[in-house]
């Protein structure tokens, strides 16, 4: 590159804006370097780089217009396949992958003339080639689209389900507050969450693989230089094939493959093989159903029945994959069973697995029937329609849901207690100790913390603002908005804490529904616009830790900002544009628009907002001993600390993480048995015999094929739906019954009679 385009490293900011200190050091070292000591988790020493070139051109023009396409594409597109029966989600991988041909494209194409050369604003269209700096920056905006908006859940409930009044406007603020939020957790916390080398987010690795970036490790002895995937050539080993090449095939493969799960062949989401062999049998169908059941030996033979509750199973680490495998088979084999078989609060009444809400007589209860015209609890309705039941598992998930949240806070301080406070005195006292990916990054201009603070209490202030003067649509008076953010900032630590090393994120929302729906209750959507705003979006962190990884954290709020604004105005606008065009959307079984998770949130509302956990789990409720769970999840991690303490040498005692392992079935429902299955058999095969016996090949292929499966079902999911489902061109035939249990649903208690079963 030329001196002069080499000088424009920010090619839309001023000259005068703070730099990267002490540029040069980088080249200088390289010596010093190698001797450094890598990371002390082995994953990321295989995958993470070691070196850093803080000379390339960091806020150019192509990475804001990629980058803004990226997450306008991917904000639309999410949401717009989140309402479906089967959500399909697409990561910020597939703009990962699609954008470096097209940053290659601008780089050789567009100008590279400067503008105001010698100037205070000079700058340029183009810096020089398409580098891995600018490709991390922009699928961080693209992150800002990839996943789900926590709060579109509020404004769907409200719309669809309770049929109320609420604004765009009024629903946009919402949407933006709660996702600015995080921004403030995510920079009061990075000293606790992402400088530590032990605080590793695993699920980073799966994009980090995918840049560019060449290294000399010295943990990996004979297997010498590591490269990565998408930036740069490598050679071809003997017998085998590059990254790149692995990546293109696999990529093939998964979309070529997804036609069949996705369209023609549609029972491959969920293989529920017992059922053809039982079909007239309720107990075997309740016991093989993938979908309505225990999923006894179902599984599925689609990536996004793999993938899309627990993510990833290839970034998830064997240990915490096993304690996820433990806390499954315990709730879904055990304890489910036995409620449901000894007939517990009515099991029997009821389907063994479902989110519904029912009646004594076990008829759905009519929700409508018991809200007043100012839509708050009608008590009067309430006696007369009588008390609200669970399935048997939807009870216990809430249960479990008390001890994980329990676990969380006492296996932190039992495990993490004294790094904790080591780290808090060694960031104010004393000289932080760094590994080495910390210490190339401190040579870069540092994100004071009073701009988080700033960002904070700005957004706080807004909030509270907001729900005092649309009060009549938010409910939450101005105390729900300070009580939430404190819950979420005594709890964000010790959730990052697992997040970060297990790839598991225990659930919150559990204490904040349990917290305002005790002291706020008949509100639903006061209890709605609480849990969104004790919601802590660890995303934020997962994406500071890959700007952290590549000395762009200076860059982040830039980039972050901007996308959460544009990311916000898309998926509302889009949700709200589903809503008004689709006739019974969340509300027909027959169509494809039934909103699983909108579905549960809404239950949720109900149950904790306008009825409240006192009619429902407390003194008058049916489900008071469930509240037992609270004390069971916190002797759990005392006693595996008790153990470790008492038998030092047994090494798998230390893998056993009790948060992870109880929370393990927090994501059910929506999901299903069959994600939990086939995510356990994928994640052993990958975290364990792949990873133990062929680490060559997990450390050149692992993240690379997650990366290439997620693109491939991405693009043909995207393809099926342009050019099928929009002129609502499907088959018919069994093997697109996507279960074909259609008994497992039905209750077993004798007299009870249900629409559809024998």
Same mark, same amino acid.
């Given at each position: 590159?030329?001196?002069?385009?080499?000088?424009?490293?920010?090619?839309l900011?001023?000259?005068?804006?703070?730099?990267?200190?002490?540029?040069?050091?980088?080249?200088?070292?390289?010596?010093?370097?190698?001797?450094?000591?890598?990371?002390?988790?082995?994953?990321?020493?295989?995958?993470?780089?070691?070196?850093?070139?803080?000379?390339?051109?960091?806020?150019?023009?192509?990475?804001?217009?990629?980058?803004?396409?990226?997450?306008?594409?991917?904000?639309?597109?999410?949401?717009?396949?989140?309402?479906?029966?089967?959500p399909?989600?697409i990561?910020?991988?597939?703009?990962?992958?699609?954008?470096?041909?097209?940053?290659?494209?601008?780089?050789?194409?567009?100008?590279?003339?400067v503008?105001?050369?010698?100037?205070?604003?000079?700058?340029?269209?183009?810096?020089g080639?398409?580098?891995?700096?600018?490709?991390?920056?922009?699928t961080?905006?693209?992150?800002?689209?990839?996943?789900?908006?926590?709060?579109?859940?509020?404004?769907?409930?409200?719309k669809?389900?309770?049929?109320?009044?609420?604004?765009?406007?009024?629903?946009?603020?919402?949407?933006?507050?709660?996702?600015?939020?995080?921004?403030?957790?995510?920079?009061?916390?990075?000293?606790?969450?992402?400088?530590?080398?032990?605080?590793w987010?695993?699920?980073?690795?799966?994009?980090?693989?995918?840049?560019?970036?060449?290294?000399?490790?010295?943990?990996?002895?004979?297997?010498g230089?590591m490269?990565?995937?998408?930036h740069?050539?490598?050679?071809?080993?003997?017998?085998?094939?590059?990254r790149?090449?692995?990546?293109?095939?696999?990529?093939?493969?998964?979309?070529?493959?997804?036609?069949f799960?996705?369209?023609?062949?549609?029972?491959l989401?969920?293989?529920?093989?017992?059922c053809?062999?039982?079909?007239?049998?309720?107990?075997?169908q309740?016991?093989?159903?993938?979908?309505?059941?225990?999923?006894?030996g179902?599984?599925?033979?689609?990536?996004?029945?793999?993938?899309?509750?627990?993510?990833?199973?290839?970034?998830?680490?064997?240990?915490?994959?096993?304690?996820?495998?433990?806390?499954?088979?315990?709730?879904?084999?055990?304890?489910?069973?036995?409620?449901?078989?000894?007939?517990?609060?009515?099991?029997?009444?009821?389907p063994?697995?479902?989110n519904?809400?029912?009646?004594?007589?076990?008829?759905?209860?009519?929700?409508?029937?018991?809200?007043?015209?100012?839509?708050?609890?009608?008590?009067?309705?309430?006696?007369?329609?009588?008390?609200?039941?669970?399935?048997?598992?939807f009870?216990?998930?809430?249960?479990?849901?008390?001890a994980?949240?329990?676990?969380?806070?006492?296996?932190?301080?039992?495990?993490?207690?004294?790094?904790?406070?080591?780290?808090?005195?060694?960031?104010?006292?004393q000289?932080?100790?760094?590994?080495?990916?910390?210490?190339?990054?401190?040579?870069?201009?540092?994100?004071?913390?009073?701009?988080?603070?700033?960002?904070?209490?700005?957004?706080?202030?807004?909030?509270?603002?907001?729900c005092?003067?649309?009060?009549?649509?938010?409910?939450?008076?101005?105390?729900?908005?300070?009580?939430a953010?404190?819950?979420?900032?005594?709890?964000?630590?010790?959730?990052?804490?697992?997040?970060?090393?297990?790839?598991?994120?225990?659930?919150?929302?559990?204490?904040?529904?349990?917290?305002?729906?005790?002291?706020?209750?008949?509100?639903p959507v006061?209890?709605?616009?609480?849990?969104?705003?004790g919601?802590?979006?660890?995303?934020?962190?997962?994406?500071?830790?890959?700007?952290?990884?590549?000395?762009?954290?200076?860059?982040?709020?830039?980039v972050?900002?901007? &996308?959460?604004?544009? *990311? #916000? +105005?898309?998926?509302? /606008?889009?949700?709200?544009? =589903?809503?008004?065009?689709?006739? @019974?959307?969340?509300?027909?079984?027959s169509?494809?628009?039934?909103?699983?998770?909108?579905?549960?949130?809404?239950?949720?509302?109900?149950?904790?907002?306008?009825?409240?956990?006192?009619?429902?789990?407390?003194?008058?409720?049916?489900?008071?001993?469930?509240?037992w769970?609270?004390?069971?999840g916190?002797?759990?991690?005392?006693?595996?600390?008790?153990?470790?303490?008492?038998?030092?040498?047994?090494?798998?005692?230390?893998?056993?993480?009790?948060?992870?392992?109880?929370?393990?079935?927090?994501?059910?429902?929506p999901?299903?048995?069959?994600?939990?299955?086939?995510?356990?058999?994928?994640?052993?095969?990958?975290?364990?015999?792949?990873?133990?016996?062929?680490?060559?090949?997990?450390?050149?292929?692992?993240?690379?094929?997650? &990366?290439?499966?997620d *693109? #491939? +079902?991405?693009?043909? /999911?995207?393809?099926?739906? =342009?050019?099928?489902?929009?002129? @609502?061109?499907?088959?018919?035939?069994?093997?697109?019954?996507?279960?074909?249990?259609?008994?497992?649903?039905?209750?077993?208690?004798?007299?009870?009679?249900?629409?559809?079963?024998?």
């Open positions: 590159m030329e001196e002069s385009t080499a000088e424009i490293r920010f090619p900011i001023s000259k005068s804006e703070p730099e990267i200190n002490e540029v040069h050091e980088a080249e200088s070292s390289k010596e010093e370097e190698e001797e450094e000591e890598n990371s002390p988790v082995k994953q990321v020493a295989l995958t993470v780089p070691t070196t850093d070139d803080p000379s390339l051109p960091v806020l150019t023009f192509r990475m804001w217009f990629l980058g803004t396409i990226s997450c306008v594409l991917l904000s639309f597109l999410n949401q717009f396949f989140w309402y479906r029966t089967e399909l989600t990561t910020s991988i597939s703009a990962q992958i699609a954008v470096v041909p097209l940053g290659q494209l601008m780089a050789a194409k567009i100008t590279n003339r503008f105001f050369k010698g100037r205070r604003w000079e700058f340029t269209l183009n810096p080639p398409f580098n891995v700096k600018e490709h991390v920056l922009i961080i905006f693209a992150n800002s689209g990839a996943g789900t908006v926590y709060a579109i859940h509020v404004v769907t409930a409200v669809v389900f309770y049929m109320k009044h609420i604004t765009f406007f009024v629903s946009l603020i919402v949407v933006i507050t709660t996702q600015v939020l995080g921004f403030g957790w995510a920079g009061i916390f990075r000293r606790y969450l992402v400088e530590p080398a032990a605080m987010w695993p699920a980073n690795l799966v994009q980090v693989s995918l840049f560019r970036e060449r290294r000399s490790d010295p943990l990996l002895g004979q297997l230089v490269k990565l995937a998408l740069e050539k490598e050679e071809r080993p003997k017998g085998g094939v590059t790149t090449q692995f990546f293109l095939i696999a990529l093939s493969c998964s979309f070529a493959y997804y036609v799960p996705g369209y023609l062949f549609e029972m989401t969920s293989f529920s093989w017992i053809w062999i039982f079909p007239k049998s309720v107990l075997a309740q016991l093989g159903s993938g979908l309505y059941g225990l999923g006894i179902a599984l599925g033979f689609d990536w996004s029945t793999i993938s899309s509750y627990l993510g990833s199973p290839l970034a998830s680490p064997w240990f915490a994959t096993a304690n996820v495998a433990v806390g499954f088979v315990f709730v879904m084999y055990v304890l489910t069973p036995i409620c449901y078989w000894l007939d517990v609060y009515k099991a029997k009444t009821f063994i697995f479902s519904d809400l029912f009646q004594s007589d076990g008829e759905t209860y009519n929700i409508t029937s018991i809200i007043d015209s100012n839509f708050h609890l009608d008590l009067a309705a309430y006696e007369r329609e009588g008390p609200l039941y669970l399935s048997t598992f009870a216990m998930t809430y249960g479990v849901g008390f994980a949240l329990s676990a969380t806070v006492v296996h932190v301080l039992l495990f993490h207690g004294r790094e904790i406070w080591e780290q808090s005195k060694a960031s104010f006292f000289e932080k100790k760094m590994d080495i990916h910390t210490r190339l990054m401190s040579r870069y201009k540092q994100v004071p913390e009073w701009w988080f603070w700033l960002i904070l209490v700005t957004n706080i202030a807004a909030t509270i603002f907001a005092e003067y649309y009060n009549d649509q938010l409910q939450l008076p101005w105390w729900g908005v300070i009580l953010c404190l819950i979420a900032f005594v709890f964000t630590l010790p959730i990052g804490i697992i997040t970060a090393i297990t790839n598991q994120t225990p659930g919150l929302n559990v204490i904040t529904e349990y917290i305002i729906g005790y002291i706020y209750p008949g509100y006061a209890n709605m616009c609480f849990k969104v705003y919601y802590i979006n660890h995303a934020v962190f997962y994406l500071i830790t890959i700007c952290h990884d590549y000395g762009l954290l200076f860059f982040f709020l830039h972050q900002v901007v &996308g959460t604004l544009i *990311a #916000g +105005l898309v998926y509302l /606008g889009t949700a709200w544009w =589903l809503m008004e065009t689709i006739p @019974d959307i969340c509300e027909s079984t169509s494809i628009w039934t909103c699983p998770a909108d579905t549960v949130f809404y239950d949720a509302s109900v149950i904790w907002g306008l009825i409240g956990p006192r009619r429902i789990f407390g003194d008058e409720g049916t489900y008071g001993a469930i509240n769970f609270f004390l069971a916190a002797v759990a991690p005392l006693l595996v600390w008790l153990a470790q303490k008492a038998f030092p040498n047994q090494d798998w005692i230390r893998l056993i993480n009790m948060p992870v392992l109880i929370g393990a079935t927090g994501n059910m429902p999901a299903t048995a069959v994600n939990y299955t086939t995510w356990i058999i994928v994640g052993f095969f990958s975290g364990f015999v792949v990873y133990r016996y062929r680490p060559d090949l997990w450390r050149r292929y692992n993240y690379v094929l997650s &990366g290439s499966m *693109a #491939g +079902l991405a693009f043909m /999911g995207v393809l099926l739906y =342009l050019c099928l489902g929009l002129e @609502d061109v499907s088959l018919d035939w069994w093997g697109n019954d996507l279960d074909g249990c259609p008994y497992a649903s039905c209750p077993t208690a004798k007299g009870i009679k249900v629409s559809g079963c024998p």
